[in-house]
């Protein structure tokens, strides 16, 4: 591990003197990431938070290591830059875990920029909600030829959701934790660090274990929508990989999650088809039938080999 101790110096109107904040991200093989440190040091932070940046190098060789580096030195950063070599993003956040050691830790992913205001943003949140975790959007940004039924449905965004009035689970390309409500123990699946979904069963059990978590939807972060996502065949695989992943991670009994997710499922695929002629709500609702769908076949099968990461 290599640390920098170059102090990150900001201003920001929140009264939150004394706090410290290590923002952990993972990569692998993005030379995105140092847009996203500058973003990281652009941000507008309460006076004297303490700022530090954990970057966990997933790659099989440290490929990332000087560009991490020279960034956080242009930048100004603290940084401790650690080489996790598994192409298995859960053994990257572990990582970042072990190491932490600030009041709160932030997460974001490695081709996202983050609004200067994004940490501050959280930061208040959390103190006005007496959240333990708070999550915001990650907003896509399309090219201009993107499909208009992609891009008017918002369908590479995230948003995070409330079901039933709660926050049940969040994602980790945006997301604030206060590192003292983590049990003791809890990490991310490593079984799940190539198929996807390991945050979202992360958080599911961050809030079974009693944590309070709430939502930000002013804590903005970007990425860019990349080409290889913009066609049906990813966005179908994706909604069905989510629903999976929503089964197997919620905690519900698996007949009742099957029986209402083959209804729901068909009942979205029945209102999609007479909407073939509109291709935009057509999308939306086949787009909803293939989650639902998905959480019929994690409730069924739980064992998933899909293998969307370290590829």
């Known amino acids: 591990m290599t640390v920098l101790t170059t102090p990150l110096s900001a201003a920001s109107p929140v009264p939150l003197r004394g706090i410290g904040v290590d923002v952990c991200l993972c990569t692998f093989r993005r030379p995105q990431v140092v847009e996203t440190l500058a973003s990281i040091a652009a941000q507008r932070v309460p006076p004297g938070l303490r700022l530090r940046v954990i970057v966990a190098d997933n790659d099989d060789t440290p490929s990332a290591k000087d560009r991490v580096q020279a960034a ?59 959240a333990d975790a708070v999550f915001g959007p990650a907003v896509a940004i399309y090219p201009p030829d993107a499909p208009r039924w992609i891009s008017g449905n918002d369908f590479l965004s995230n948003h995070p959701v409330r079901r039933d009035g709660r926050v049940e689970t969040g994602h980790s390309c945006n997301a604030l934790i206060r590192r003292a409500a983590l049990p003791p123990g809890l990490t991310f699946r490593p079984d799940l660090g190539q198929t996807g979904g390991e945050d979202t069963e992360f958080f599911f059990r961050l809030g079974r274990s009693g944590a309070a978590m709430a939502i930000c939807p002013t804590a903005l972060v970007t990425e860019p929508a990349a080409a290889h996502r913009l066609r049906w065949g990813w966005l179908a695989e994706r909604r069905m990989a989510e629903g999976r992943h929503y089964a197997g991670a919620s905690g519900r009994g698996r007949v009742a ?55």
């Not at 940084?79 to 859960?90: F, V």
């Not at 990582?95 to 997460?107: E, G, K, N, S, T």
């Not at 709500?281 to 969307?308: C, D, E, K, S, Y």
Request: charged letters at 20%; one cysteine or more; glycine letters at 6%.
């Open 72 to 130: 956080a030195v242009e930048h100004g950063l603290t940084l401790a830059y650690l080489h996790a070599p598994a192409r298995n993003i859960s053994v990257a956040r572990n990582a970042c875990l072990a190491v932490a050691r600030a009041d709160w830790l932030a997460f974001i992913d490695d081709d996202e920029v983050a609004a200067p205001d994004w940490l501050a943003e959280l930061l208040a949140c959390a103190t006005a909600e007496g």
């Open 257 to 311: 999650l099957a029986l209402t997710g083959a209804a729901k499922a068909a009942a979205c695929m029945a209102v999609a088809l007479p909407l073939a002629l509109m291709p935009e709500r057509a999308a939306r609702w086949a787009l909803r039938g293939m989650f639902h769908a998905g959480v019929t076949a994690g409730a069924i099968a739980p064992h998933n080999r899909r293998r969307a990461y370290g590829v």
